[in-house]
């Protein structure tokens, strides 16, 4: 009970520093000092003290999303082990919900979008849903092979089992869930979101009329999915067997990596044309589609 306990504190806590890790980072590359790392909880904060602002076009639904989507997020880090081979909460066959709760938040965003009546937020909400549509057979793949490894249908014996002599198809599933990760957190090369530009925005475009404490929801939300997705790479590239304090060490410190990493790809690359992107999305699935290959064969 403890240690899920203290589970629970890291999926609540340490998603915003993964973001500072991130801004310090391509401050580095840029030779900058940068923000300080709790910077995102100051805005966070911030933006919690805020007053809010509705257009008179948007319904319950506009203001429903940010939280249900936000709460399918955190339920959805809940079906993941961080420390130990349990997670906080867990079943069998507990990896299609894990999948569709992202599913449900995204479907919830897009439809505030679309309820704003504008012409740039729907866009932005068209091209969510196509990427996220080719990104899918990705994940199956990934989670299939995880079926075929551990022989469990739950997330938490799925990703503690043993490779066995399929460390080939682990890297080819790590990089393909890469690729998934930046895409569905909106980070570059997908998309940037730090830019104002609309007709080159996917996720930002889509949460332009949102303000105050709303706002803060979704950049918490967009900061927890960054750390569970992370989480789940992580644990794929851990050795298994470790025990919970040092498996929760280890986890941690390999966020703290992967937060450096993103940012030296945002510093180095720059965002591909929309054109380009199903081509990299199609890369992953076919990755983690010859991963599951080399299992089987």
């Known amino acids: ?154 997330l938490g014996p799925m990703l503690s089992a043993p490779a066995d002599g399929h460390v080939p198809s682990m890297v080819l599933c790590v990089a393909g869930l890469l690729v998934v990760m930046l895409l569905e957190t909106s980070r570059v090369p997908f998309d940037d979101p730090n830019t104002h530009l609309e007709l080159t925005m996917i996720h930002e475009v889509m949460v332009l009329d949102h303000s105050g404490p709303l706002l803060g929801a979704i950049g918490y939300g967009a900061a927890v999915k960054l750390f569970v997705l992370g989480t789940v790479i992580v644990r794929l590239a851990l050795p298994p067997g470790m025990d919970a304090w040092t498996g929760r060490a280890m986890l941690i410190l390999g966020l703290l990596l992967l937060a450096v990493a993103i940012g030296v790809v945002e510093s180095v690359t720059g965002r591909v044309r929309l054109s380009w992107v199903p081509n990299l999305i199609a890369a992953a699935t076919l990755l983690t589609a010859f991963a599951f290959l080399l299992m089987v064969r």
């Open 1 to 154: 009970m403890i240690v899920h306990a203290l589970d629970v504190a890291l999926l609540l806590c340490m998603p915003p520093l993964l973001l500072g890790v991130i801004n310090r980072t391509k401050a580095a590359f840029a030779g900058r000092r940068g923000p300080p790392l709790v910077q995102p909880y100051r805005d966070l904060l911030r933006l919690a003290r805020k007053g809010s602002v509705f257009s008179g076009t948007t319904t319950w639904v506009f203001r429903a999303a940010p939280i249900v989507t936000l709460v399918a997020t955190l339920l959805a880090g809940l079906l993941v082990p961080l420390g130990s081979g349990t997670s906080p909460v867990g079943f069998e066959g507990d990896l299609i919900l894990f999948v569709y709760l992202f599913a449900l938040g995204r479907f919830f965003t897009t439809a505030a979008a679309l309820d704003t009546g504008s012409p740039f937020e729907g866009m932005g909400a068209s091209r969510e849903v196509t990427f996220a549509c080719l990104a899918e057979p990705a994940v199956f793949f990934v989670l299939l092979c995880l079926v075929r490894l551990s022989g469990s249908l739950s």
